[in-house]
């Protein structure tokens, strides 16, 4: 492209962004935790609310609308992760619960000595699920990051992979330092040695686009609310892994896939939403395409599947526009130290999502937190449940580090905005 990237007019398609705090927009730098919503997912919702309220298979017409939109968001999660068949699509709650329903169904096959691969750069949702097979007598290894710049520390992880080895658990991006795990690599790895890989995509997800084909993984987890969508839980997994263990359910719940890992009666209002975070996709896609008409990457995918990948592609384009601008205010400011990756050049900025960890010499990160929120600046702060990198990083007993987080509906006057905040408190 020859001209930057700008997709700050899409902005006008999220109702909360318009809110003001002492006469301002509000900046939602919280993306990490939880992105906004579309108002194509709020119409979906109330649409689904108000006309097809009701279980799933019944012999009534509500009851029918409601399978349909089950298997519309099946079809539509498919087509996201470009997954073989939309019976590789387990919606649940969120990931947390689905990782542990998956690691409870997948120790029971297990034996003692048999070992688990974690790291500590991954959030606790996909460590402690597989902490608590060591009940089972289950060996669970960690691999340690390299500290300067906090990537994975793939020299490790091969020396702790070994013919007992059952399983990889790893994240696609880190949700506190931003950090890109090559996933790829290390599913080639893990297969090697006959392992199964876990991987959780909950943060990479909103950024850019995932093939779950082209990575070869077994399974892969990711959230809608943190791609514009409702709060709800997506499970990948190959059809021969999703059939090969022992689901907990009900006795009368069918035994075919993906039926039997869903418990219950299902979010129907959130899969309707999750349609619309689709549909929202789907739009900025299309009016995208014509920047990434010749891209060859892109020329494998056939329709919606291109027009997603089209989509999030552009968002990652843009994204690291911001991050480069992020980056290079936050080094400027003194007393200010990133946590991960900081480099602006375009092979740093790929090996990671807009999402910052920082601290400021002096002021602990819930005192920063508060007072950027008091101008109308929603940011986290603490461990965000990244308790390994944390404590690895030796911030735990400091109240952790403050989280810049952005996404797609962000701009470059937003960034300005805050680094001369920052700049006031440091």
């Not at 997948?106 to 597989?130: F, M, R, S, Y």
């Not at 219950?264 to 014509?290: F, K, S």
């Not at 403050?402 to 006057?413: I, M």
């Amino acid at each position: 492209m020859t001209v930057p990237l700008d997709l700050s007019a899409y902005r006008r398609y999220f109702p909360a962004l318009q809110q003001e705090m002492n006469g301002q927009p509000v900046i939602y730098w919280d993306n990490p935790g939880g992105t906004q919503v579309a108002q194509q997912v709020i119409e979906a919702m109330t649409r689904y609310l108000r006309e097809a309220n009701a279980n799933a298979h019944g012999a009534f017409l509500t009851s029918r609308h409601t399978d349909e939109t089950i298997a519309a968001a099946r079809q539509a999660m498919a087509d996201f992760l470009n997954a073989a068949s939309p019976a590789e699509i387990v919606f649940g709650p969120n990931m947390t619960t689905l990782t542990f329903a998956f690691s409870r169904a997948i120790g029971k096959t297990l034996q003692p000595g048999d070992e688990i691969i974690v790291t500590v750069l991954d959030h606790d949702a996909n460590v402690a699920p597989w902490l608590a097979l060591q009940e089972r007598g289950v060996v669970v290894r960690t691999v340690d990051i390299h500290p300067e710049h906090v990537t994975l520390n793939l020299e490790d992880l091969q020396a702790k992979l070994n013919e007992r080895t059952r399983l990889v658990a790893v994240g696609y991006a880190s949700n506190a330092v931003g950090t890109i795990n090559d996933v790829r690599r290390i599913t080639e790895l893990a297969h090697a040695v006959g392992a199964l890989v876990w991987i959780d995509a909950v943060q990479y997800a909103p950024h850019g686009p995932i093939d779950v084909q082209a990575l070869d993984a077994d399974f892969l987890v990711c959230s809608a609310y943190k791609f514009f969508g409702p709060h709800l839980g997506i499970l990948y997994g190959k059809r021969e892994q999703l059939e090969r263990f022992p689901a907990y359910k009900v006795r009368p719940a069918s035994n075919a896939v993906p039926d039997r890992w869903e418990t219950g009666t299902q979010n129907h209002e959130g899969l309707a939403g999750l349609l619309g975070a689709i549909d929202y996709l789907t739009l900025l896609g299309e009016e995208q395409a014509a920047h990434y008409g010749n891209d060859p990457a892109l020329q494998s995918y056939a329709g919606r599947r291109h027009t997603l990948k089209v989509a999030m592609r552009a968002i990652s384009d843009y994204e690291h526009q911001l991050s480069a601008q992020l980056l290079r205010g936050l080094r400027e400011i003194q007393g200010l130290r990133i946590y991960g990756i900081s480099g602006t050049t375009p092979e740093e900025l790929a090996q990671r999502v807009p999402t910052v960890a920082c601290t400021i010499d002096g002021r602990h990160p819930r005192e920063l937190a508060v007072a950027l929120g008091e101008r109308g600046i929603f940011a986290w702060d603490g461990n965000y449940y990244a308790l390994g990198l944390m404590e690895r990083l030796g911030l735990e007993g400091r109240g952790g580090a403050l989280r810049l987080g952005l996404c797609h509906y962000n701009t470059s006057a937003e960034i300005e905005r805050v680094l001369g905040v920052l700049e006031e408190l440091a």
